[in-house]
């Protein structure tokens, strides 16, 4: 029987965390009988982990993304297991590696965006990590069998930066909705009206280009901002104070993905001003509760919303303003379902999957 490596590292983090979890659900349904899968997760982790897995060993380990310790004990832990693939789900890994792998690249910002803004360090301990992180994904593109990217657009924007790479390695798999939200019951509130924002509240996000936007906007309708309680939402929050918006706001912390479903179903629209993305799951789950969509003009989302949405410029505070008027006035209505009817992590797993047995010849 064959072994295939994952790397669930982050399975417990958002982003590319529910892409893991997806991957990993998926594949243990399916339950290929000449693959065994080894999924590799934080020892932290071991316990959030269901035991009703057919054919996935999941082994917990101590090393994180981007350490010294990921290129040495994590490389230890993964040569152990003799495997005969293995699958690095982000743009990390152990640099002396020698066999088989694949790996997974959900965005190119890391490359499009370096700005000391993105980090809390100091410029030159910035620089310095901001170097080595490129020379291990340069080593990693090079060496992967294959590479895996959420949409065509980022595909695209990969081989654009990196010309060296062979197009014919990188293969566009869309993803979807998650399976933990597929059966969900939602609660419908008409009470409380609202616009949404979902996601973290780093620079490329361009959340302060919303706030500036949103304080010239005459409504009572409010914004709801959901993100992580961190350094940069600090800074949201000065934001906020600064365009005396703590009226017209409303900020949720870390809340928990079961909360979601009942955020996005009764919101007037998501709006996602962000500059760069990879995919952008709040799009496609949005969609999936028949919530309408504000987002910034950018290649991904055209090619996943089909136009089907209210379009801005991301770098123009009053184009941003005058779109989110608009819907207020003419309240467009889109056919979100036709959109989310096409992305499903179940399809994605399959074409992993045939992907793996490609590269195995079997």
């Known amino acids: 029987m064959l ?9 417990f983090q958002t982003g590319v965390g529910v892409y893991t979890r997806n991957l990993l659900h998926y594949l243990n349904k399916i339950n290929p009988k000449d693959i065994k899968f080894i999924a590799y997760v934080l020892a932290k982790d071991l316990l959030k982990i269901s035991t009703n897995n057919k054919n996935i060993t999941f082994k917990g380990v101590s090393s994180k993304w981007h350490t010294f310790s990921e290129q040495t004990i994590f490389l230890k832990n993964i040569l152990n297991d003799n495997l005969d693939l293995m ?25 499009k965006f370096k700005t000391g803004k993105a980090s809390t360090k100091s410029s030159f301990i910035y620089n310095f990590k901001y170097m080595i992180f490129k020379q291990v994904f340069k080593n990693q593109i090079k060496r992967s069998l294959s590479i ?16 060296y790479l062979n197009k014919e390695k990188v293969t566009a798999i869309y993803e979807g909705v998650t399976y933990e939200y597929l059966k969900v019951k939602v609660n419908k509130n008409v ?5 949404l924002y979902i996601g973290t509240f780093y620079p490329h996000k361009n959340v302060e ?18 993100g992580p309680d961190d350094f940069f939402l600090k800074k949201i929050e000065n934001l906020i104070a600064s365009l005396d918006l703590k009226s017209k706001t409303k900020i949720i912390r870390n809340v928990h993905s079961s909360e979601l479903p009942n955020l996005y179903t009764n919101a007037q629209a998501l709006i996602h001003p962000s500059k760069s993305e990879g995919f952008g799951l709040p799009i496609i789950e949005s969609a999936y509760f028949g919530t309408q969509i504000i987002a910034s003009d950018i290649d991904v989302f055209n090619e996943i919303l089909q136009n089907k949405f209210v379009k801005f410029n991301p770098n123009d505070i009053n184009d941003i303003k005058e779109k989110i008027e608009m819907f207020i006035d003419e309240k467009p209505n889109f056919d979100m379902k ?3 009817d096409n992305f499903s992590f179940e399809k994605m797993t399959i074409k992993t999957l045939e992907l793996y047995k490609k590269i195995l010849k079997i």
């Not at 640099?95 to 190119?108: A, E, G, M, Q």
């Not at 009470?191 to 616009?195: A, L």
């Not at 010239?216 to 901002?225: E, G, H, M, N, S």
């Open 191 to 195: 009470n409380d009206k609202y616009f």
């Open 87 to 111: 699958h690095f789900t982000y743009f990390s890994y152990p640099i002396l590696y020698p066999k088989k792998f694949i790996s997974t690249v959900h965005d190119t910002t890391l490359l």
């Open 338 to 340: 036709s959109i989310s």
């Open 209 to 226: 280009s919303l706030l500036r936007a949103y304080s010239k906007v005459k409504t009572k309708i409010k914004l709801y901002l959901v």
């Open 3 to 11: 072994k295939i490596g994952i790397d669930a590292r982050l399975c």
């Open 148 to 163: 895996i990217t959420p949409t065509e657009s980022v595909k695209k924007q990969l081989l654009e930066i990196c010309s």
